[in-house]
């Protein structure tokens, strides 16, 4: 999943995919579970993250472009978490002090955030989950497999394949 935001090692066995915007309760609580698992295990998990700012969410692409900004400053997590932390509360404002919390050059980060190559990463994440007839936020994928089960089950889950990675 080339240029896209990732933590944790390339040959990691088990590798979580998520698609997600900013503004959706549900992603929300999809982060902290994946940030959960990726904490518990740093070396064995690795995890990818696809913007998919939905239309129904009038705030959603401000923040998917402020993200994709930081990204290019090397601070995508930071800034994720910062967005998240908002709650949905995606003002202006308030995603201009996530980047200031986020630790980023806010003169940098304002004219990446309107730059086509900014731009055009949100609009593939988007177009590749229209593609893959994906139905909502957020979309987790665990080694390229659908996972439809509350997020609450996400740890168990990973474990269960750490302990069993055959297919």
């Given at each position: 999943?080339?240029?896209?935001?990732?933590?944790?090692?390339?040959?990691?066995?088990?590798?979580?995919?998520?698609?997600?915007?900013f503004q959706c309760?549900?992603?929300?609580?999809?982060?902290?579970?994946?940030?959960?698992?990726?904490?518990?295990?740093?070396?064995?998990?690795?995890?990818?993250?696809?913007?998919?700012?939905?239309?129904?969410?009038?705030?959603?692409?401000?923040?998917?472009?402020?993200?994709?900004?930081?990204?290019?400053?090397?601070?995508?997590?930071?800034?994720?978490?910062?967005?998240?932390?908002?709650?949905?509360?995606?003002?202006?404002?308030?995603?201009?002090?996530?980047?200031?919390?986020?630790?980023?050059?806010?003169?940098?980060?304002?004219?990446d955030r309107e730059?086509?190559?900014?731009?055009?990463?949100?609009?593939?994440?988007?177009?590749?989950?229209?593609?893959?007839?994906?139905?909502?936020?957020?979309?987790?994928?665990?080694?390229?497999?659908?996972?439809?089960?509350?997020?609450?089950?996400?740890?168990?889950?990973?474990?269960?394949?750490?302990?069993?990675?055959?297919?």
């Amino acid at each position: 999943v080339e240029g896209r935001p990732d933590t944790g090692p390339d040959d990691a066995p088990v590798t979580i995919v998520v698609f997600s915007d900013f503004q959706c309760p549900f992603c929300r609580k999809a982060a902290s579970a994946v940030k959960k698992v990726r904490e518990l295990h740093p070396d064995k998990v690795r995890v990818v993250f696809k913007q998919w700012p939905l239309e129904m969410h009038t705030d959603s692409m401000v923040a998917a472009l402020a993200a994709e900004a930081a990204l290019v400053q090397g601070r995508f997590w930071e800034m994720h978490d910062a967005l998240f932390a908002l709650k949905g509360e995606l003002t202006d404002e308030n995603i201009g002090k996530a980047a200031e919390r986020a630790g980023l050059d806010l003169t940098r980060w304002n004219e990446d955030r309107e730059s086509p190559e900014v731009i055009e990463s949100v609009e593939a994440d988007s177009q590749e989950a229209v593609k893959l007839k994906l139905t909502g936020t957020p979309t987790i994928f665990v080694n390229s497999v659908e996972f439809d089960e509350p997020v609450k089950y996400l740890q168990a889950y990973v474990e269960e394949l750490l302990l069993d990675p055959s297919p």
